[in-house]
């Protein structure tokens, strides 16, 4: 492809009316195209981390990491250029995405090419562009102009998505959710995804966000209730107020009044003088009660007050004072239960269920693991030093599989475990740490289920019988039934099953139309 044809199909791209990061995911497959690269991935600069937007050629887990800037020289060094930046093959940089390349035989770099140039909107950086090459003088000088012009028509098609979005925000009347090309998430208060299911939930979350109804979420153990509350906050015309968490489940039942609605001097032994509750604290913003349901029943009789008339009464206060905050509250629990058991007031129950917005278990985010997984690497890999940190093949499988009865918690901690362990056996913090799945400490059957189901080939008489032994036919007969076997295995994801069978995405599309699959 001339570098005249590039500028037109980039143009085209641009032109196309696409929602914005579909644009941006055809953009960097036409630049793989036409530089003949292993990967290329557009990555938005969100403080001091830089976080992969749209992507092509990388491991699907790459999506959820987070580069920390100063861990990482090559892009320190393509952020301060305004230039097109090139390492040449020898380089003793370490590559943010070693290990990462799909197209590589068994996910290791042995040594590559790679250029990147940072792009700009409105003369600030943006972020930045990278390419990927396995094979050494994929790029000169004549790779690095055509870049620096394509980039033009990069950031142009960023651009185009932020003036779709600020419309939208403002037909909306709404910010734009952390999945936005504008967002400015942070590591501890991200929520990381893109399955049906976490889409289905956020898209909720914006639209109660500009109301001012109670929320209740609703979900088990581990899977980030706080996170989405949160983002309701940012969401919310609220937003410019404080969001006061309170564990209700850590409250002392004798100290829990004092802690919510404040107290007044002499209110009991101790106390001193008046004090603030953090229903004040929020007044104007959100309170999140998490784990709602452990609150004692003479607090969930002054809390139903708060919801019918806006109202506290501080201990040892004869008077109330009002106070405007939204409540968003959170629970593991099956309150319907609790209340036919006694333990939890149904009007309070009421007054809270509003909006009840369950949360979905990890078991019904299966396409977040990988995603998932790579960003806990990522946040392992540069807490314990080390080059890179990936899942073998293998591993990833075994996370699939399982059912995360701990949600992302348990998978966090899960991958965190693994890292420390695949050190401590002996891995060098400056090369490649590969996770196996043996290292996971998932349940055995889950592991084992990994093996007993790699993908046989098929040997039967029928094609091992005299006159039957047309190599063509049978080579062909045998990629058949692996490509059909592996389709089957990955409930016809592409992506995974040719990662499974070690062949890059786009060969296998191919080799699928000629043995008529598809």
């Avoid at 600020?166 to 910010?175: K, T």
């Amino acid at each position: 492809m001339h570098d005249v044809s590039l500028l037109e199909t980039l143009i085209a791209d641009l032109v196309t009316d696409l929602p914005a990061v579909i644009r941006l995911e055809k953009v960097v497959k036409t630049l793989r195209t036409h530089f003949n690269c292993g990967a290329v991935v557009i990555l938005k600069h969100d403080q001091d981390m830089l976080r992969p937007v749209a992507s092509i050629g990388l491991a699907r887990e790459a999506l959820g990491r987070r580069f920390l800037v100063q861990q990482h020289p090559r892009l320190e060094r393509i952020l301060s250029s305004r230039e097109t930046v090139r390492f040449e093959p020898d380089s003793s940089l370490p590559d943010p995405y070693d290990g990462l390349i799909e197209d590589s035989p068994d996910g290791h770099l042995a040594v590559h090419d790679c250029m990147g140039i940072s792009l700009y909107i409105e003369g600030k950086c943006w972020g930045v562009l990278t390419l990927d090459a396995l094979t050494p003088g994929t790029f000169d000088n004549s790779t690095m102009q055509a870049l620096q012009r394509a980039s033009l028509l990069v950031e142009a098609a960023i651009r185009m998505g932020l003036i779709e979005q600020n419309i939208r925000a403002l037909r909306n009347n709404r910010r734009d959710s952390e999945y936005s090309l504008t967002s400015n998430g942070t590591d501890s208060q991200e929520i990381i995804g893109r399955s049906a299911a976490l889409m289905t939930v956020l898209q909720e979350l914006e639209v109660v966000a500009g109301s001012d109804l109670p929320v209740l979420l609703l979900g088990e153990t581990g899977v980030g209730k706080e996170l989405f509350a949160r983002q309701l906050h940012r969401l919310s015309p609220r937003n410019h107020k404080p969001l006061v968490y309170v564990n209700c489940a850590a409250l002392p039942e004798t100290l829990a009044e004092s802690e919510l609605f404040g107290h007044t001097r002499g209110a009991y032994s101790g106390a001193t003088g008046e004090r603030a509750g953090r229903f004040d604290s929020a007044d104007g913003g959100t309170i999140f009660l998490d784990e709602v349901g452990e609150l004692p029943l003479a607090i969930q009789a002054k809390l139903l007050r708060v919801l019918q008339n806006g109202e506290i009464q501080r201990l040892g206060s004869d008077s109330s004072h009002k106070v405007n905050v939204r409540i968003v509250a959170a629970t593991n629990r099956d309150l319907k239960q609790q209340i036919k058991s006694g333990d939890f007031r149904a009007d309070l129950y009421h007054r809270l269920s509003v909006y009840p917005l369950p949360i979905p278990p990890l078991r019904e985010r299966q396409d977040d693991i990988s995603v998932l997984a790579g960003h806990f690497l990522e946040l392992n890999r540069a807490r314990l030093g080390v080059r890179a940190l990936r899942l073998s093949p293998a591993a990833e499988q075994a996370l699939q599989r399982y059912d995360w009865p701990g949600n992302v918690r348990e998978l966090e901690h899960t991958i965190s475990r693994a890292a420390i362990k695949a050190l401590s056996l002996g891995a060098r913090r400056d090369d490649i740490v590969s996770i196996d799945a043996e290292l996971l400490d998932l349940p055995t059957a889950v592991v084992q289920a990994i093996g007993a189901n790699e993908l046989p080939i098929p040997r039967t008489k029928s094609n091992l019988a005299a006159g039957s032994l047309n190599l063509k036919n049978a080579v062909q007969t045998v990629q058949r039934e692996l490509i059909q076997q592996a389709l089957e295995y990955t409930d016809y994801k592409w992506t995974q099953a040719a990662r499974i069978l070690d062949l890059d995405p786009s060969n296998l599309h191919k080799l699928a139309s000629r043995l008529g699959l598809k």
